[in-house]
C-alpha cells in the first residue's frame, strides 16, 4: 500500500473568490517516492477551541456557546467548521495543492459565532482525511486513505477577518424570519427613517440602549482594503 502524509503549511483567503473562501496549503507526501495518479481527497476540518486562551471580552461574547467561564473545562468541546471534496492531481513523491474552503458568515451557526468573537491570535484548527488513492507503477491500484491521516494548523484570526471584510467591508450579516422582517419595516415606514440601520438603531435607543453604533476599526481596515483590490492573486 501507498503510506501517505499530510501537512498543513499555512492558510490565507482567497480575496479574488466569488464567495468567501479559504484556502489550505496541503503537501503530501508518498513513502519511497510511489506514482500516484490521483487523490479522491476528502477533509473534515475541526475547529479546537481548548488549544487557545481567551481575552475576557472574547470569553463573554462566547459564552452562548459554551456557557460561563467557570464550566469551560466541560463545555470547551471541538467544533464542526467544513467538510470538503477535491481531487489532487497525480505526482510522484510529494506535492503541494490549495484546498479551497467556502466559509458563510451566518452568526446562527457555531463556527461563525466562534470566529466573530475573537479579536486576535490564532485558530486551532485539525483537519481530519480520508478517501481514496489511486496509484502504482504500472496500471493502477486503489486504496483508501487511511483514517487516522490528520494535520494540525493554527490559522491567524486576521485571515478570517481579511476574507469577510473583503466580501462585506464595514458590515454584518443577519438571518431573519419573514414575519419579523415586516414588522420591522412597518416600523422603518411609521417613523419614515431613511435606512434599516436608522431603524435598528432606534429600536435600540427605544430599548434604553443609547450607546452610538462605532464602526469597527478591523471592518474600515477591511473596506480600504477592498477598494484597492485590483492585482491579479500571488502564486
Not at 128 to 146: I, K, M, N
Not at 158 to 179: D, I, S, Y
Request: charged share 20%.
Amino acid at each position: 500500500m501507498t503510506e501517505l502524509s499530510f501537512e498543513c503549511t499555512g492558510v490565507r483567503a482567497d480575496r479574488y473568490a466569488a464567495a468567501p473562501t479559504l484556502l489550505f496549503r496541503l503537501r503530501l507526501t508518498a513513502s519511497e517516492a510511489t506514482r500516484v495518479h490521483a487523490i479522491a481527497l476528502r477533509c473534515q476540518i475541526r475547529i479546537e477551541p481548548a488549544r487557545r486562551g481567551y481575552r475576557a471580552d472574547e470569553a463573554e461574547a462566547l459564552s452562548d456557546l459554551f456557557g460561563e467561564r467557570a464550566r469551560w473545562g466541560s463545555t470547551l468541546h471541538p467544533l464542526q467548521f467544513a467538510q470538503v471534496s477535491q481531487v489532487v492531481p497525480g505526482f510522484t513523491g510529494e506535492t503541494e495543492v490549495d484546498l479551497a474552503v467556502p466559509c458563510g458568515y451566518d452568526l446562527e451557526v457555531a463556527a461563525g459565532r466562534y470566529f466573530r468573537a475573537l479579536h486576535d491570535g490564532e485558530v486551532p484548527l485539525l483537519l481530519l482525511f480520508s478517501g481514496t488513492v489511486f496509484a502504482g507503477a504500472g496500471g493502477f491500484q486503489v486504496q483508501p486513505v487511511s483514517w487516522d491521516k490528520e494535520a494540525a494548523v493554527r490559522m491567524p484570526v486576521a485571515v478570517w477577518q481579511e476574507m469577510t471584510e473583503a466580501h462585506f467591508p464595514g458590515c454584518g450579516w443577519l438571518r431573519l424570519p419573514n414575519e419579523t422582517l415586516d414588522a420591522l419595516l412597518a416600523y422603518r415606514s411609521r417613523h419614515a427613517l431613511p435606512s434599516w440601520q436608522a431603524a435598528v438603531e432606534s429600536l435600540l435607543a427605544s430599548a434604553g440602549d443609547s450607546r452610538p453604533a462605532t464602526p469597527d476599526a478591523r471592518l474600515l481596515r477591511g473596506a480600504a482594503r477592498a477598494r484597492t483590490a485590483g492585482e491579479r492573486t500571488a502564486p
